[in-house]
């Protein structure tokens, strides 16, 4: 497994259990758990009447209704269970003691790590303790238990507590290694604590031998908390300790990524940038992406172009729609024409779709540009890929179509406008007809405003009024009495 995901493999839980899926439990709040009653998908029906039980009935009544179910339950039917019963640890460890009669007292290690968790997660701390001594004597014990505890210790705000239970894990027959060590320093982290972790890290380190993951925790919980002093403090300890590991993407990473949240973030991210290149160590896409984000936002091309070629040409990583999107942003604020189509283009040969964003960008720059037979291209491309024209663009297309005398494209826009919008039609419907009008195609300026009534978008007394003039002098006044008669008659 790389280094690049393997710090963020430590148990802090018997997985799939819910911790993703519950408020972190400080003294100042109620901790929340999952429901068998808004779980993603149904439980299915055996389940859901167990937890019903365990969640319905009194503590004292829970085997006694188990009982008059009739219900046999296997290892996996008490871990599902258990996921969805964290809210009610009383009468789930009455279902989990009532189950074991039916499993001969054979539970699996994953539904003694559930129990274990639940009774945490609650801050039971010493039914969980003696949760985890009916696990020793089975020999069911794992990182995954203690991890399980250190979470739960750090989360209730007792962050001695879970650091005892490293320093005694080994009385269990747990080894006290660097994985151990580093899943309590990310329980720590995790929990916006990095300066309590890093504290311990030092009074450790001289005991157990700190590796690179050690670090890229670290700096990930600096990330979290923005701590860009912090950061750097760990940073250079980092380096003192194991020097430049080119293999320690997530450290590099998440240290650039703090950089971007202090004063001159991407100023100094991309000047710490070139000394990691020149060391030959370069972060992950996670910075790539935010680092671009920033560019962006400060109209910086020259910095951004220099991140994407070590990204995309140094790296060989791997850009994706929205990385793509912020490039052609920049260049189309920039009003650099081939090099945002060429980006467009190159898009879908790299495994990257464009979307709205990125063709409603583009389009508008050539617009802007009075591109109009190469926006003509691309508005039919991104109607084959499904895209959708965004209002203002639709309008502006309209206007500068017509005005540059291309009536035909201003009306197939016009067409996609009211085939896809509903409101806001009003000015550029009567534009178009006064256009048409302007440029001698009457009847399709009559045409236009017939459909407009009839789609119920108001044409305004002067659209036609200017109507009535032409046709007038066209002779054909006919067609005026027959519009009014449809606009009185829809009116």
């Given at each position: ?64 209704t188990l009982n008059d179910t009739g219900i ?170 194991i020097g430049w590991d080119p293999t320690n ?72 729609t929205s990385m793509y999107n912020l490039m ?164």
């Amino acid at each position: 497994m790389s280094r690049s995901k393997r710090h963020r493999d430590y148990p802090d839980q018997p997985e799939p259990g819910p911790e993703s899926g519950k408020k972190r439990q400080h003294s100042n709040s109620e901790p929340t758990f999952p429901s068998y009653l808004d779980s993603g998908k149904p439980p299915p029906p055996k389940i859901k009447l167990l937890c019903a039980i365990v969640a319905e009935i009194h503590c004292l009544s829970v085997e006694e209704t188990l009982n008059d179910t009739g219900i046999r339950v296997s290892q996996h039917d008490v871990e599902e269970v258990l996921k969805l019963t964290y809210a009610f640890p009383g009468p789930a460890l009455k279902f989990f003691r009532w189950s074991g009669r039916q499993l001969n007292e054979h539970h699996s290690p994953y539904a003694w790590n559930l129990v274990v968790d639940l009774l945490g997660k609650n801050c039971f701390f010493d039914a969980m303790w003696d949760a985890i001594k009916s696990m020793n004597k089975e020999r069911l014990l794992s990182l995954a238990t203690f991890a399980s505890v250190f979470s739960s210790y750090v989360v209730a705000d007792k962050t001695p507590e879970a650091i005892m239970t490293f320093e005694v894990m080994d009385q269990y027959g747990v080894a006290r290694d660097i994985v151990a060590f580093n899943s309590l320093l990310s329980a720590i982290c995790r929990d916006g604590k990095t300066t309590d972790a890093f504290d311990f890290y030092y009074i450790a380190k001289d005991k157990i031998r700190p590796d690179a993951d050690t670090y890229a925790i670290l700096l990930e919980g600096s990330e979290s908390e923005g701590n860009v002093a912090f950061a750097t403090k760990v940073l250079d300890e980092m380096v003192s300790q194991i020097g430049w590991d080119p293999t320690n993407v997530p450290a590099y990473d998440s240290y650039l990524n703090t950089l971007l949240k202090g004063t001159n973030g991407i100023c100094v991210a991309l000047d710490f940038f070139d000394t990691l290149k020149a060391k030959r160590c370069y972060p992950g896409v996670k910075f790539f992406r935010l680092a671009l984000d920033e560019c962006v936002k400060e109209g910086d091309v020259g910095g951004a172009e220099a991140l994407w070629e070590a990204m995309v040409g140094g790296l060989g990583l791997q850009a994706d729609t929205s990385m793509y999107n912020l490039m052609i942003s920049l260049h189309c604020h920039g009003n650099n024409i081939s090099v945002a189509k060429r980006m467009l283009d190159e898009m879908v040969y790299n495994g990257a779709f464009p979307n709205s964003q990125t063709y409603n960008m583009v389009f508008k720059m050539l617009i802007k540009n009075r591109k109009l037979q190469e926006a003509g291209v691309l508005f039919t491309e991104m109607i084959k890929n499904e895209c959708i024209l965004d209002q203002a663009n639709c309008i502006a297309a309209v206007r500068i179509y017509l005005d540059l005398g291309d009536p035909y494209f201003a009306i197939k826009v016009w067409k996609f406008m009211i085939e896809n919008y509903h409101s806001g039609l009003e000015d550029t419907g009567n534009f178009l007809v006064l256009g048409l009008r302007n440029m001698n195609r009457v009847p399709e300026a009559v045409k236009y405003a017939e459909d407009m009534i009839l789609r119920g978008i108001k044409l305004s007394s002067s659209s036609m009024s200017k109507l009535k003039d032409s046709l007038v002098r066209a002779k054909k006044e006919y067609m005026y009495d027959d519009l009014a008669s449809t606009m009185n008659t829809i009116g």
